[in-house]
């Protein structure tokens, strides 16, 4: 039987592109995602042996519940957790109250919910992958929501993986700029990046989601059994380019 994965947010970006990773390495996958227009064209694609769409905003505990009840009563076990589903609304100039905790009600407290339901249907050799960001350790300005969700889950990740130790591993990734372009709803997307995007990273080109869906298969493999409690950057070299003041190029415009 298909190893089982589930993704949050996995209808589009770099969540779709997990989602179509997994399923080419020979994984069920079950998407829960508020897009049902995105969800439909991945049930057209894929048959359902091997992909569920389930439609849903798990910032509702009910949606939660409901997503787990029906997908044990479908599947044995779980192998795969991906908690990815994240928005941004903001950060003090322009965040209300309500908005600041609904992104961190989807960002934070779904994965820790989603997690705890489903710790008796894990399969022995399973793993949890939380998807943070780079912006958990810098900022731009009024961004603090964002911010706050990605700092808080990789914090909730080495916490649940010492919880889970030798039952399920549970690490995080933390994305840089990754296009996402080839993954939304424009069927003939072309990017359009100026030479200063690509050449600021290290690496020297901007990310393509297929970075972050190569990892996320690796720590979800055998050969990522020795690998828990960690978050990895995945950003070109960015997060470790010190930048001053006309140094490299750089200047800060007053």
């Not at 393509?208 to 990892?215: F, T, V, Y």
């Not at 950003?235 to 490299?248: A, E, V």
């Amino acid at each position: 039987m298909l190893k089982t994965c589930i993704i949050t947010g996995g209808a589009n970006g770099i969540g779709r592109c997990m989602s179509e990773t997994f399923i080419a390495a020979g994984y069920f996958v079950t998407v829960v995602d508020t897009d049902a227009l995105s969800g439909k064209r991945l049930e057209e694609k894929y048959n359902d042996d091997i992909f569920m769409f389930y439609e849903g905003d798990i910032t509702k505990k009910e949606v939660i519940e409901g997503f787990v009840q029906e997908l044990v009563s479908k599947r044995p076990g779980v192998d795969v957790l991906i908690n990815n589903a994240c928005v941004g609304k903001g950060g003090l100039n322009t965040c209300s109250y309500e908005d600041f905790n609904y992104v961190l009600s989807l960002g934070v407290t779904a994965p820790f919910y989603l997690s705890k339901l489903l710790m008796p249907y894990f399969n022995k050799g399973g793993s949890i992958i939380n998807i943070a960001s780079t912006r958990a350790f810098m900022s731009q300005a009024n961004t603090e929501s964002y911010t706050a969700a990605k700092g808080a889950i990789i914090a909730l990740t080495h916490g649940m993986s010492i919880s889970l130790s030798g039952k399920v591993r549970v690490n995080s990734i933390s994305p840089g700029w990754i296009d996402t372009g080839d993954y939304q709803h424009e069927d003939m997307y072309k990017p359009n990046h100026e030479e200063g995007d690509i050449k600021q990273h290290p690496a020297g080109r901007i990310g393509n989601p297929k970075d972050i869906a190569k990892m996320a298969l690796f720590l979800s493999s055998d050969d990522a059994g020795f690998i828990t409690g960690e978050n990895i950057i995945i950003d070109g070299g960015m997060t470790r380019q010190m930048i001053y003041h006309n140094d490299y190029g750089w200047k800060y415009e007053v």
